[in-house]
């Protein structure tokens, strides 16, 4: 089966541009988490959806960033006035509940020049 | 930020080599994981451990829970080519949140 689609797998964007980054989870899987890795690091936790329900987004770090979830299925993950600091890998994840195995995406390459 | 930390942050390994790695906390977790990614790909979960002391294999992959719950290492047999790569530990307290380290670079030498 499918796994975790993400696209696309790579953004440019100017200073200063909106973005939006599309996550379709695994079929089925009601809990959905958008992570950022930046460069050398590991993933950080940003947002965590329980079917259409954005529970905890406690880790965008702006109001900048905003998620959605509308249908409980496709995620987007929109960058508003883009900075260079945002530069760095979106990944999505799914899981058939929120404490089973996540299943990640190849992610996204956000790169603001 | 990040809150594990993980040792190396690089390592050189012959074919047929075993390989270590740790990953150590300032917080409790209640579940441990060990992941590896690959170059433009997401990371893929390769052992999970849930139960403190808990020692797990997974082929030529051992990991064990330390007793503390603040501790996990990795260790890979034999390694191969096909070995290389980033591993990444992770740790979950109560909830749903997955708290990464900062990674390991498995390179093989020529």
């Known amino acids: 089966g499918a796994g975790v689609s993400q696209s696309p797998r790579y953004k440019v964007a100017k200073r200063g541009q909106d973005v939006a980054l599309r996550c379709d989870p695994i079929s089925g899987h009601v809990s959905l988490f958008w992570y950022q890795q930046a460069l050398g ?11 259409e329900a954005q529970l905890d987004k406690s880790g965008l770090p702006s109001d900048r960033f905003f998620a959605e979830r509308p249908e409980g299925s496709v995620s987007t993950l929109k960058i508003q006035r883009t900075q260079q600091e945002d530069s760095a890998v979106y990944l999505c994840a799914s899981s058939l509940s929120q404490n089973n195995e996540q299943f990640f995406g190849p992610g996204t390459r956000l790169t603001v020049l | 930020g990040q809150q594990l930390n993980q040792s190396p942050q690089s390592m050189f390994i012959q074919e047929g080599e075993d390989v270590s790695m740790n990953c150590t906390s300032s917080s409790i977790f209640n579940t441990w994981l060990w992941y590896k990614q690959d170059p433009g790909e997401g990371p893929v979960l390769l052992i999970a451990l849930y139960k403190a002391g808990e020692l797990t294999s997974n082929g030529r992959l051992t990991a064990q829970f330390g007793i503390t719950r603040k501790d996990s290492f990795l260790n890979i047999s034999a390694s191969i080519p096909s ?18 380290g900062a990674g390991t670079t498995v390179t093989v030498r020529a």
């Open chain 1, 41 to 51: 690091q590991g993933p950080e936790f940003l947002t965590y959806f329980q079917n």
């Open chain 2, 83 to 100: 070995d290389v790569g980033i591993y990444f530990c992770a740790g979950q307290g109560n909830d749903y949140k997955l708290s990464f």
